[in-house]
């Protein structure tokens, strides 16, 4: 028996073991699938990041939650695969939900999904809500080819390696952010990927709904000036064919702006603008020229 059922906590155990990915609203409590309705009513445990948020929706669609509910965070995740492994042994169902959307998105779940296939059982999703597609879908970009960057790293080499790949990226490319920071990634994305179409959604399929539309500038400049609440996704357009240009085509339109007198700064800004790349990656390649020039 798994260490929740000898707390005294039941669970049923159908005989059709499997773990079950179900999508849960990002706002809107209507776009609870029946489909999903059904899976948590039967399923016998349900691994949920909050237990207080997934008890209230439970409610909400007139499910009866019991003693099913498993706390699953980036926390604890690593923890609670055998426990929901051994269950699945026992032909028990697991439904696995985030806080909002599809798991394992940017969200906790992956790392269960991935150990319930590994061990051979059956894993299926009830698909559904996902800000990831809801803001690719309302942008206005191009939706045949897309990326999901979701959160970029806070700061030092590691935020500027991703940033440097979202601007070489001929894909759409989909960043998540908290509302705090947006302003700093508009402004990072502006200096790193030059100024771009791009799409700001906050608090989709929510009362207070909201995409702003223009290009990586305009949006910092609002981001900055008035500010942004609730949940947030930017969408930026990729890299135009101009930007396929290598690292060596770029040093050497570099070279030829330093021969003509123009300083680092100045050759890196007017190589970037013919270039369509970003100028954080042209100057980084003149300052490697400038120091290899005798």
């Not at 426990?83 to 697991?94: H, K, S």
């Not at 897309?146 to 070489?168: D, I, K, Q, W």
């Not at 759409?172 to 508009?186: D, G, H, K, S, Y």
Request: charged share 25%; proline share 4%.
């Amino acid at each position: 028996m798994c260490s929740s059922c000898a707390k005294g906590s039941e669970v049923t155990v159908d005989g059709s073991g499997a773990l079950v990915v179900v999508a849960t609203p990002i706002g809107n409590l209507g776009d609870l699938s029946p489909r999903a309705i059904q899976e948590l009513t039967t399923a016998g445990a349900i691994c949920c990041e909050d237990t207080r948020r997934t008890r209230a929706l439970l409610s909400a669609a007139g499910v009866r939650a019991g003693g099913r509910l498993r706390s699953l965070h980036r926390h604890n995740e690593v923890e609670r695969i055998p426990e929901m492994l051994r269950l699945l042994e026992q032909g028990g169902t697991v439904a696995v939900v985030s806080d909002a959307g599809t798991p394992g998105i940017s969200d906790p779940g992956s790392r269960l999904v991935a150990a319930a296939a590994e061990t051979g059982h059956r894993v299926r999703a009830v698909p559904g809500p996902s800000a990831v597609l809801a803001a690719l879908v309302v942008s206005g970009l191009a939706t045949d080819r897309f990326a999901m960057e979701g959160f970029l790293p806070r700061r030092g080499s590691a935020r500027r390696h991703r940033l440097a790949a979202v601007a070489s990226d001929a894909r759409t490319t989909i960043v998540l952010e908290a509302p705090t920071r947006l302003a700093a990634t508009l402004a990072d994305l502006l200096d790193a990927c030059g100024d771009r179409r791009a799409v700001v959604a906050r608090e989709l399929t929510k009362m207070h709904e909201e995409v702003w539309r223009g290009t990586l500038s305009t949006l910092a400049r609002r981001a900055a000036q008035d500010g942004v609440r609730g949940e947030v996704v930017v969408v930026v357009s990729g890299a135009p064919e101009a930007a396929a240009a290598s690292d060596e085509e770029l040093a050497a339109a570099v070279r030829s702006q330093l021969a003509s007198g123009r300083g680092v700064r100045e050759a890196a800004s007017a190589v970037a603008a013919a270039a369509g790349v970003g100028r954080r990656r042209v100057y980084q390649l003149a300052l490697q020229v400038a120091s290899e020039a005798p």
